[in-house]
Protein backbone atom coordinates (compact mmCIF):
# COMPACT_ATOMS: atom_id res chain seq x y z
CA UNK A 1 0.00 0.00 0.00
CA UNK A 2 1.82 3.32 -1.09
CA UNK A 3 -0.72 5.54 0.47
CA UNK A 4 0.25 8.73 2.94
CA UNK A 5 0.41 6.72 6.44
CA UNK A 6 -0.35 8.22 10.09
CA UNK A 7 0.48 7.69 13.10
CA UNK A 8 -0.82 6.96 15.56
CA UNK A 9 -4.50 6.82 14.55
CA UNK A 10 -5.49 8.23 17.88
CA UNK A 11 -3.64 10.04 20.69
CA UNK A 12 -4.62 10.90 24.03
CA UNK A 13 -2.76 13.39 26.06
CA UNK A 14 -2.86 15.19 29.53
CA UNK A 15 -2.82 18.84 29.76
CA UNK A 16 0.93 20.34 29.62
CA UNK A 17 2.11 16.90 27.47
CA UNK A 18 3.51 16.90 24.09
CA UNK A 19 2.09 15.65 21.08
CA UNK A 20 3.94 14.30 18.17
CA UNK A 21 2.28 13.12 15.51
CA UNK A 22 3.98 11.18 11.60
CA UNK A 23 3.58 11.25 8.66
CA UNK A 24 5.04 9.27 5.68
CA UNK A 25 4.06 10.60 2.61
CA UNK A 26 3.19 9.05 -0.73
CA UNK A 27 5.78 6.78 -2.51
CA UNK A 28 7.19 9.55 -5.30
CA UNK A 29 5.53 12.65 -3.44
CA UNK A 30 8.07 15.18 -2.05
CA UNK A 31 5.69 17.65 -0.79
CA UNK A 32 3.34 17.24 2.70
CA UNK A 33 1.17 19.29 3.98
CA UNK A 34 -0.58 19.16 7.67
CA UNK A 35 -4.03 20.61 8.65
CA UNK A 36 -6.48 20.59 11.44
CA UNK A 37 -10.31 19.40 11.70
CA UNK A 38 -13.04 20.43 14.56
CA UNK A 39 -15.84 18.30 14.33
CA UNK A 40 -18.31 19.36 12.17
CA UNK A 41 -15.85 21.91 9.89
CA UNK A 42 -13.70 21.44 7.14
CA UNK A 43 -10.13 21.05 7.34
CA UNK A 44 -7.62 23.99 7.69
CA UNK A 45 -3.98 24.57 6.48
CA UNK A 46 -1.31 24.61 9.37
CA UNK A 47 1.82 23.88 7.31
CA UNK A 48 3.73 23.11 3.68
CA UNK A 49 7.17 21.50 3.83
CA UNK A 50 9.34 19.98 1.20
CA UNK A 51 12.75 17.73 2.53
CA UNK A 52 14.52 19.57 5.10
CA UNK A 53 12.68 23.12 4.44
CA UNK A 54 9.29 24.69 5.32
CA UNK A 55 7.82 26.40 2.30
CA UNK A 56 4.61 27.92 4.37
CA UNK A 57 3.69 27.96 7.77
CA UNK A 58 1.09 30.31 7.44
CA UNK A 59 -1.88 28.21 9.08
CA UNK A 60 0.63 26.99 12.50
CA UNK A 61 -0.18 28.78 15.54
CA UNK A 62 2.79 30.93 16.97
CA UNK A 63 3.40 29.23 19.86
CA UNK A 64 3.78 25.49 20.83
CA UNK A 65 3.10 23.89 17.18
CA UNK A 66 6.68 23.18 15.09
CA UNK A 67 6.39 20.98 11.96
CA UNK A 68 9.84 19.46 9.85
CA UNK A 69 10.26 16.65 7.12
CA UNK A 70 13.49 15.84 7.71
CA UNK A 71 16.07 14.16 5.12
CA UNK A 72 15.27 11.00 6.04
CA UNK A 73 12.31 9.94 7.80
CA UNK A 74 8.71 11.04 8.19
CA UNK A 75 7.20 14.07 8.62
CA UNK A 76 6.59 15.61 12.41
CA UNK A 77 4.02 17.80 13.51
CA UNK A 78 5.11 18.50 17.33
CA UNK A 79 2.35 19.84 19.58
CA UNK A 80 4.01 21.43 22.87
CA UNK A 81 2.30 22.21 26.27
CA UNK A 82 -0.66 20.30 24.86
CA UNK A 83 -4.32 22.40 25.70
CA UNK A 84 -7.99 21.30 25.78
CA UNK A 85 -8.18 23.65 22.32
CA UNK A 86 -5.35 21.50 20.84
CA UNK A 87 -7.91 18.59 20.70
CA UNK A 88 -9.00 17.75 16.41
CA UNK A 89 -8.13 15.74 13.74
CA UNK A 90 -4.47 16.19 12.45
CA UNK A 91 -4.40 15.14 8.81
CA UNK A 92 -1.47 14.83 6.27
CA UNK A 93 -1.65 15.02 2.84
CA UNK A 94 1.10 14.78 0.31
CA UNK A 95 1.47 15.78 -3.88
CA UNK A 96 4.17 14.82 -6.02
CA UNK A 97 6.91 17.59 -7.12
CA UNK A 98 6.15 20.80 -8.97
CA UNK A 99 6.35 20.24 -12.75
CA UNK A 100 4.98 16.24 -12.43
CA UNK A 101 1.61 15.53 -13.37
CA UNK A 102 -0.89 15.78 -10.68
CA UNK A 103 1.31 18.50 -8.76
CA UNK A 104 -1.81 20.09 -7.28
CA UNK A 105 -3.81 17.13 -6.12
CA UNK A 106 -2.81 16.09 -2.27
CA UNK A 107 -3.62 13.20 -0.69
CA UNK A 108 -4.67 12.45 2.42
CA UNK A 109 -3.60 10.41 5.18
CA UNK A 110 -6.28 8.70 7.51
CA UNK A 111 -5.62 11.37 10.27
CA UNK A 112 -4.75 11.80 13.65
CA UNK A 113 -7.13 11.91 16.26
CA UNK A 114 -6.01 13.89 19.37
CA UNK A 115 -7.63 13.82 22.95
CA UNK A 116 -6.76 16.01 25.43
CA UNK A 117 -7.55 15.37 28.75
CA UNK B 1 -8.48 34.71 4.32
CA UNK B 2 -10.38 33.20 1.40
CA UNK B 3 -13.04 31.46 2.20
CA UNK B 4 -15.18 28.56 0.88
CA UNK B 5 -19.29 28.74 0.95
CA UNK B 6 -20.23 25.35 0.61
CA UNK B 7 -24.03 23.92 0.00
CA UNK B 8 -26.57 22.81 1.44
CA UNK B 9 -24.90 22.18 4.43
CA UNK B 10 -26.80 18.53 4.57
CA UNK B 11 -28.89 16.74 2.41
CA UNK B 12 -30.76 13.36 2.39
CA UNK B 13 -30.78 11.18 -0.61
CA UNK B 14 -33.15 8.34 -1.73
CA UNK B 15 -31.48 5.76 -3.60
CA UNK B 16 -31.62 6.24 -7.42
CA UNK B 17 -31.70 10.37 -7.22
CA UNK B 18 -29.56 12.89 -8.27
CA UNK B 19 -28.18 15.19 -6.08
CA UNK B 20 -25.88 18.23 -6.61
CA UNK B 21 -23.83 20.33 -4.23
CA UNK B 22 -22.20 23.61 -5.29
CA UNK B 23 -18.84 25.70 -3.59
CA UNK B 24 -18.75 29.55 -4.16
CA UNK B 25 -16.33 32.02 -2.87
CA UNK B 26 -15.14 35.85 -3.28
CA UNK B 27 -11.31 34.59 -4.63
CA UNK B 28 -10.53 33.42 -7.90
CA UNK B 29 -9.29 29.92 -7.49
CA UNK B 30 -6.75 28.61 -9.63
CA UNK B 31 -7.60 24.26 -9.21
CA UNK B 32 -10.69 23.10 -7.45
CA UNK B 33 -10.66 19.74 -6.09
CA UNK B 34 -13.81 17.26 -4.25
CA UNK B 35 -13.40 15.37 -1.62
CA UNK B 36 -15.30 12.45 -0.08
CA UNK B 37 -14.82 11.60 3.64
CA UNK B 38 -16.50 9.17 5.86
CA UNK B 39 -16.37 9.18 9.32
CA UNK B 40 -12.84 8.08 10.99
CA UNK B 41 -11.12 8.40 7.62
CA UNK B 42 -9.29 11.09 5.92
CA UNK B 43 -10.80 12.81 2.95
CA UNK B 44 -10.16 11.18 -0.22
CA UNK B 45 -9.62 12.77 -3.67
CA UNK B 46 -12.65 12.22 -6.05
CA UNK B 47 -12.25 14.87 -8.83
CA UNK B 48 -9.76 17.43 -9.69
CA UNK B 49 -10.33 20.25 -12.20
CA UNK B 50 -7.45 23.29 -13.50
CA UNK B 51 -9.46 24.77 -16.33
CA UNK B 52 -12.52 27.71 -16.25
CA UNK B 53 -15.31 25.44 -17.79
CA UNK B 54 -13.98 22.20 -17.48
CA UNK B 55 -16.72 19.47 -16.47
CA UNK B 56 -14.90 16.24 -15.54
CA UNK B 57 -16.74 12.83 -14.59
CA UNK B 58 -15.61 10.53 -12.36
CA UNK B 59 -17.81 7.54 -12.59
CA UNK B 60 -21.45 8.81 -11.40
CA UNK B 61 -19.75 11.89 -10.07
CA UNK B 62 -19.66 14.94 -12.50
CA UNK B 63 -17.68 18.07 -11.26
CA UNK B 64 -17.55 21.52 -13.11
CA UNK B 65 -14.86 24.86 -12.81
CA UNK B 66 -16.80 27.42 -13.27
CA UNK B 67 -16.66 30.06 -15.45
CA UNK B 68 -15.48 32.87 -13.55
CA UNK B 69 -13.18 30.70 -11.09
CA UNK B 70 -14.92 31.07 -8.48
CA UNK B 71 -17.13 28.84 -8.15
CA UNK B 72 -17.53 24.55 -8.66
CA UNK B 73 -20.55 22.54 -8.39
CA UNK B 74 -20.82 18.35 -7.76
CA UNK B 75 -23.26 16.18 -9.12
CA UNK B 76 -24.28 12.58 -8.26
CA UNK B 77 -25.88 10.36 -10.52
CA UNK B 78 -28.42 7.51 -9.58
CA UNK B 79 -27.22 7.88 -6.10
CA UNK B 80 -26.79 4.49 -3.72
CA UNK B 81 -26.55 3.83 -0.16
CA UNK B 82 -22.58 4.13 -0.29
CA UNK B 83 -22.55 7.40 -1.28
CA UNK B 84 -23.17 8.75 2.24
CA UNK B 85 -20.61 10.99 3.79
CA UNK B 86 -19.50 14.34 4.06
CA UNK B 87 -18.23 15.80 0.16
CA UNK B 88 -15.58 18.67 0.70
CA UNK B 89 -15.01 21.65 -2.01
CA UNK B 90 -11.24 22.72 -1.77
CA UNK B 91 -9.60 25.46 -3.74
CA UNK B 92 -6.19 26.90 -4.10
CA UNK B 93 -6.73 30.44 -4.69
CA UNK B 94 -4.44 32.03 -7.30
CA UNK B 95 -2.99 34.81 -4.29
CA UNK B 96 -1.87 31.80 -2.22
CA UNK B 97 2.10 30.98 -1.73
CA UNK B 98 2.87 27.55 -2.12
CA UNK B 99 -0.04 24.66 -2.61
CA UNK B 100 -2.38 25.11 0.60
CA UNK B 101 -6.02 24.43 -0.01
CA UNK B 102 -8.78 26.16 1.27
CA UNK B 103 -11.67 23.85 2.26
CA UNK B 104 -15.73 24.20 2.01
CA UNK B 105 -17.40 23.39 5.51
CA UNK B 106 -18.65 20.13 3.88
CA UNK B 107 -22.09 18.89 2.57
CA UNK B 108 -23.19 16.26 4.89
CA UNK B 109 -25.20 13.27 2.57
CA UNK B 110 -27.71 11.12 4.50
CA UNK B 111 -30.40 8.63 3.67
CA UNK B 112 -34.14 9.53 3.74
CA UNK B 113 -35.37 6.96 6.59
Known amino acids: NAGVMQNPRHLVRRRGQEARLRCSPMKGHSHVYWYRQLPEEGLKFMVY????????ESGMPKERFSAEFPKEGPSILRIQQVVRGDSAAYFC???????????????FGPGTRLTVL | GQQLNQSPQSMFIQEGEDVSMNCTSSSIFNTWLWYKQEPGEGPVLLIA?????ELTSNGRLTAQFGITRKDSFLNISASIPSDVGIYFCAGQPVKAAGNKLTFGGGTRVLVKP
Open chain 1, 49 to 56: LQKENIID
Open chain 2, 49 to 53: LYKAG
Open chain 1, 93 to 107: ASSPASGQPSYNEQF
